[in-house]
């Protein structure tokens, strides 16, 4: 991955106004990772791809390599508008030259009100690659179902960025194999009228998930990451 571009031009014609609403920054430092661990870990994962042990170590390669030079040339395209704006809510764009990717194993359960929760690892073009976990809960529209898989992250913001309270809009479809993509709010703290969203990116999930009544899920999310890293 050489350039990765975040388009949103067509985003100030969705009515977020009404839809129902439903960082905390580490400020740890990161230990140093030496040469000889970074050449490793780059090895174990082209190698693990090389001999085609599972389809997520290749994408593990492209999340890990977000932290080697070259740097990835990141570019967002917002609305024409600028920013999302209504009395109870304002919609800002992250405007960060940096840009973070993450790949988890994410699970769900839900019956109206549900549980969801993921672990993987994460890498940054400021050269820092480590873990995190993620739990939250969220307001599921559709029948009570489970599911589990893959799930790939990319946040415009550093890892300081990615760690925290997140507020996500999901949209799912399929039923057996589901397909669903998030989009990703960091909220402004302490929250206020209006409560000030920063979109800051997306997470594309691929899971086998239970039978449900209905092909498409939407749900409504509030998480919080907590990561754990190294830098090059």
Same mark, same amino acid.
């Given at each position: 991955?050489?350039?990765? @571009? ?15 609403? $439903? ?7 990161? %230990? ?6 970074a050449?490793?870990?780059k090895? !174990?994962?082209?190698?693990?791809? @090389? ?11 492209e999340?890990?390599a977000?932290?080697?030079?070259? %740097? ?19 919609? %800002? ?16 359960? !839900? ?9 993987? $690892? ?19 529209f ?7 898989g ?23 479809? =399929?039923?057996? $194999? ?9 909220? @402004? ?6 409560v000030v969203?920063?979109?800051m =990116? ?6 086998a ?16 990451? $907590?990561? !754990?890293?190294?830098?090059?």
């Amino acid at each position: 991955m050489d350039h990765f @571009t975040l388009d949103c031009t067509q985003l100030d014609r969705w009515d977020f106004v009404n839809q129902p609403p $439903v960082p905390i920054p580490s400020g740890r430092g990161r %230990k140093p990772l030496s040469p000889t661990e970074a050449s490793a870990l780059k090895a !174990s994962l082209r190698l693990g791809n @090389t001999f085609g042990l599972s389809p997520l170590l290749k994408t593990a390669e492209e999340i890990v390599a977000l932290a080697s030079p070259p %740097k990835v040339a990141v570019a967002l395209r917002p609305p024409s508008v600028g920013t999302l704006i209504s009395k109870a809510l304002v919609i %800002k764009f992250s405007s960060s030259s940096e840009l973070t990717g993450a790949l988890a194993v994410a699970a769900s359960l !839900s019956a109206v009100v549900g549980v969801l929760g993921s672990f993987g $690892v994460y890498a940054s073009t400021i050269r820092e690659v480590g873990f995190f976990s993620t739990v939250g809960a969220g307001i599921f529209f559709n029948t009570p179902g489970a599911g589990v898989g893959g799930e790939a992250t990319i946040i415009l913001g550093t890892p300081t960025d990615f760690a925290g309270p997140y507020f996500g809009i999901t949209v799912g479809v =399929g039923t057996g $194999v589901g397909v669903a993509i998030t989009l990703l709010f960091s909220p @402004t703290l302490p929250l206020s009228l209006p409560v000030v969203l920063t979109l800051m =990116g997306f997470a594309f999930n691929v899971s086998a998930v239970t039978p449900t009544r209905l092909p498409v899920t939407v749900s409504i999310e509030v998480t919080n990451t $907590v990561i !754990s890293g190294v830098r090059f």
